[in-house]
Each structure stands twice: as structure tokens, then as C-alpha cells.
């Protein structure tokens, strides 16, 4: 009978000390509860309450809560840089699960997310094999971007930001650029037939095999482009080129 009762007695304390570890804020409160037992016994007992002792602890608790201010804006700044952290993979993984998807579902959800880190300063965004028709995302953020062989055909792209984003294959077709910014960007046969490219730059961009029939684009917007090797212009528009700027039609180094 004594066994079973210490063995029950056993299983209880073992129960209640794993209760006891899995809350660290009760463990704490009785820690410091069993510390300040502690002190305060030994410091009444040893040197007693004096005004000059008082006059210490007044003065200590004034730097402690200095301390305090600081421990809990550090605090505060790690738990905002964690939650932020978290929200930009949540957004990401999202735009994943719409990825090469084909309905006006995906593309909301995508494009709302885009927003959501531009909100958040987040432009390196992979947006690859996105089908994005139609899309409104006039004055995005996508610098150093991953668009390769996004589908944004006929979408409304008045002056983003797509320098240093690798575009290689994207479609552009009809789609209004208005001010867009291409800048050292990889448009490596990207295609932009019809596309409104009013103020569009292209410095140092990759356009090779781009094609551009039919845009609505000036000869002296691609003056300032890497190569435009094999790419698709029109008639108007290559004359210009070959005439003041044939070096930009020739292979390029790289490609040899």
C-alpha cells in the first residue's frame, strides 16, 4: 500500500514539476520570489535599513529604469524585425502557390501581394512563370526582380521600376510602360509588340532578341542599350539604329 501511495505520490510531483518547466513566466515569478527572500532576509539581518541605503536603491532603480527602457525597445525592434520577416515569406510563399496559374484569382492574389512588399520595401520578388494579363501595377517596385517568363500581356505598368530584374522571355505585348525603367536589366528576347514604351529607359540593358515590332518607342531609348543583337524592330526605327548606332546590332562578345 506505501509503495503504491509513493508511487502515485511519484507520478504526481513528476506531473507538476513538467507543468512547472513548460511555463517560464511562472518559474521566473518564483525565482525572483526565492531571490528576494533571500536578500532581503540577509541584508535586514547583516546591515539592516538605513537612510543612506535607502538613498542607494532610490538612485539604482532610476538607472534601472533607464535599462528597462532600453531592454524593451530592443525588445520591441527584434519582435517588429521577426513579424516583419514572417509576413514577407508568408507573401512570398502565396505568390508560389499562384505560381502558373491562369485565372483572375491568381492574378489578384499576386498582384496584391506584390503591393503588400512594396509596402514593406521588399522588391527582389520571384514572380517567374507568373501569368499576370491585365494586371494593374502601375508605379511597382521591382528592382533585382525575377520575372523570367512572366506573362503581363496588356497589363497597366505606368512607371515601375524593373532596373537590374532579370526579364528574360517576359511578355509585354500591349502593355502599357509608360516611364518604365529597364535600366541594366536582362530582357534577353522579351517581348514587347504593340506596347506603349513612352519614356521607357534601356540603359545598359540586355536586349538581345527583344522583340519590339509595332511599339510605340523612340530609336534614341535604345541608343543607351547593351546590344540589341537579333532583336525585332521596325523598319523606321532599325535605320535609325544602324545609321548612328550600328555597334548595338552586332554580336556581342559574350554571345560569340
Known amino acids: 500500500m506505501k509503495k503504491v501511495a509513493f508511487n502515485v505520490f511519484k507520478i504526481r510531483l513528476q506531473f507538476f514539476v513538467k507543468k512547472i518547466l513548460i511555463r517560464p513566466v511562472f518559474i521566473s515569478f518564483l525565482v525572483f520570489i526565492f531571490s528576494s527572500i533571500i536578500v532581503i532576509g540577509f541584508t535586514r539581518f547583516k546591515y539592516g535599513y538605513d537612510e543612506d541605503f535607502l538613498k542607494s536603491v532610490f538612485i539604482e532603480a532610476h538607472g534601472m529604469l533607464f535599462d528597462i527602457l532600453i531592454i524593451g525597445v530592443v525588445i520591441f525592434s527584434l519582435h517588429k524585425l521577426i513579424e516583419k520577416k514572417h509576413e514577407i515569406k508568408r507573401y512570398q510563399e502565396e505568390i508560389d502557390d499562384f505560381r502558373n496559374w491562369d485565372s483572375d484569382e491568381a492574378k489578384f492574389r499576386i498582384v496584391g501581394n506584390i503591393k503588400r512588399l512594396n509596402r514593406m520595401f521588399v522588391t527582389r520578388i520571384n ?74 529607359e534601356f540603359d545598359r540593358a540586355n536586349m538581345q532578341g527583344a522583340q519590339l515590332q509595332s511599339a510605340i518607342i523612340e530609336y534614341e531609348q535604345l541608343s543607351k542599350a547593351k546590344t540589341l543583337y537579333e532583336a525585332g524592330l521596325d523598319s523606321n526605327i532599325r535605320e535609325e539604329i544602324e545609321k548612328k548606332y550600328p555597334h548595338l546590332l552586332k554580336k556581342p562578345k559574350e554571345a560569340e
Open 127 to 200: 514572380l517567374n512563370n507568373c501569368i499576370l494579363h491585365n494586371a494593374q501595377l502601375e508605379d511597382a517596385a521591382l528592382r533585382e526582380a525575377n520575372l523570367e517568363s512572366v506573362i503581363l500581356d496588356e497589363a497597366s505598368l505606368k512607371g515601375v521600376d524593373f532596373s537590374w530584374a532579370n526579364l528574360r522571355h517576359a511578355e509585354f505585348n500591349k502593355a502599357n510602360l509608360l516611364g518604365a525603367d529597364f535600366k541594366y536589366s536582362n530582357l534577353y528576347r522579351a517581348f514587347f509588340r504593340e506596347a506603349d514604351l513612352t519614356y521607357a
